[in-house]
């Protein structure tokens, strides 16, 4: 979405004040806050569907 947009994580960073561990979290899939998800969605004028999906994490072992 970033390239579609042509924002740059510099841009993100500097012009949105966007943190670059918020970056890391997402490029690394790991939890972000919705706080976090919202402002992403406003700084890329896009839909969160366009910036994440939900997977479901197999079920565990019932002992």
Known sequence: ???EKQIS????????GVSPGQI????R???VSTHTIDMFCRILDC???DIMRYV???EAKKI
Not at 9 to 16: F, H, V
Not at 24 to 27: A, E, H, I, M, Y
């Open 1 to 3: 979405m970033m390239k």
């Open 9 to 16: 994580q510099y841009a993100l960073i500097k012009k949105y």
């Open 24 to 27: 890391t979290r997402l490029k």
């Open 29 to 31: 899939n790991e939890s």
């Open 47 to 49: 839909e969160v569907e």
């Open 56 to 58: 479901r994490e197999p």
